[in-house]
C-alpha cells in the first residue's frame, strides 16, 4: 500500500472527491486525489484488484473487513482514523 501511494508523493494534487482505484482523476498535471481517493488506490493497488473500499472516509472506517488495531501495535501503512 505504501509503495503504491508514495508514487504521488508531489505529483497529484489534492482535490475533495478525487481518485479511483485506477489512479487519480483528470485534472492538474498528474491528477487529482483526495485522503480517501487515494487510500482506495492503494489499497485496490496493492491488493492485485482484489479489494475495493469505498471512496469515503466514513466508509472505509466502517468496512466490515477492518481490524482495529492497538495504538502500539500499529504499523507503516495502518490507516488511523479520528473517530469510533
Not at 493497488?45 to 466508509?59: D, F, K
Not at 472505509?60 to 469510533?84: I, K, S
Request: proline content about 4%; aromatic content about 14%.
Amino acid at each position: 500500500m505504501v509503495a503504491s501511494a508514495s508514487r504521488w508523493i508531489g505529483k497529484a494534487d489534492y482535490a475533495w472527491g478525487g481518485g479511483t482505484v485506477d489512479g487519480p482523476s483528470s485534472g492538474g498535471e498528474y491528477g487529482m486525489f483526495d485522503c480517501s481517493g487515494l487510500t482506495m488506490y492503494a489499497v485496490f493497488q496493492a491488493g492485485g484488484g482484489r479489494i475495493c473500499l469505498g471512496h469515503y472516509t466514513q466508509n472505509q472506517q466502517d468496512d466490515p473487513r477492518a481490524a482495529v488495531v492497538p495504538f502500539e501495535q500499529r504499523a507503516v501503512g495502518d490507516l488511523v482514523f479520528f473517530t469510533e
